[in-house]
């Protein structure tokens, strides 16, 4: 596989002119690729705001591979580590990257680097209060799909309360992730269940017992949280001192 990846290097910079560096990323530049593993670039390029993806399956061997390129302006692409990863369930990351081509040493030794850092996303209690309230409309109204929709969304937010109680983690890839949030010692009683629950990685659930998950979750971790107005914002910890919060999800 290392000569197919060094031939799509060499493709990718004759089929984009302005590029600047190439990086492999994902399973292969972790060492960790499987059978059904594809093979993921990014081609940073100097043209400004510059933001494309592109996809080919190629036979290699007896096998077809998927073959994927971010091609991105190279400034935008270092920028954008200011920004939580999308995957991460809101855990900092860091993206294993490994540098195939550099145009010169000055882009070379910005862009050697073994991974691709991003922060942990900001505590989203608003968001997630809201998410439950949207559970149980959906209850009211015997709407299943709309249960196991925002109960998902509920999930994936939730963590983002968890993270500052927690000892600090740092992931590299989505299921990894999934691991560090199961492994966080302190979470409310039932956490693991009702989190998969939640995401609809179990194998059995009705909407019934997904939003009581959901409630258990969402109460319990709120329960948890310091009322510190530089974590949760000014608003949000006055109206938990206050007691407004509590009582606006009990009733």
């Known amino acids: 596989m290392q000569h197919t990846i060094a031939r799509w290097v060499d493709r990718l910079r004759e089929e984009y002119a302005d590029a600047v560096a190439i990086l492999l990323k994902g399973s292969y530049a ?64 860091q993206e294993t990257t490994r540098l195939m081509w550099a145009i010169n040493d000055e882009t070379r030794r910005r862009m050697d680097r073994p991974y691709k850092t991003h922060p942990a996303a900001e505590p989203e209690v608003e968001n997630t209060v809201e998410a439950l309230g949207k559970i149980r409309n959906a209850i009211a109204r015997g709407d299943d799909l709309g249960v196991y929709q925002s109960a998902q969304t509920v999930a994936k937010l939730v963590p983002t309360l968890l993270i500052p109680i927690n000892p600090p983690v740092t992931v590299s890839h989505a299921r990894q992730a999934i691991e560090a949030i199961l492994a966080f010692p302190r979470v409310p009683v039932g956490f693991a269940a009702d989190w998969l629950t939640c995401l609809g990685l179990v194998e059995e659930r009705s909407a019934r017992s997904t939003a009581a998950a959901a409630e258990r979750m969402v109460r319990g971790v709120l329960e948890m949280l310091p009322t510190d107005p530089d974590l949760l914002g000014e608003d949000i910890a006055r109206l938990m001192n206050a007691g407004l919060l509590e009582k606006y999800v009990q009733q």
């Open 30 to 93: 972790r060492g960790d690729a499987a059978t059904w593993s594809d093979i993921d670039f990014d081609v940073l390029v100097s043209t400004q705001d510059v933001e494309d993806y592109r996809t080919w399956i190629e036979p290699v061997g007896d096998r077809l591979v998927h073959i994927s390129a971010a091609v991105e302006w190279v400034t935008g692409w270092e920028r954008d580590t200011v920004d939580p990863s999308s995957w991460s369930y809101g855990l900092p990351t």
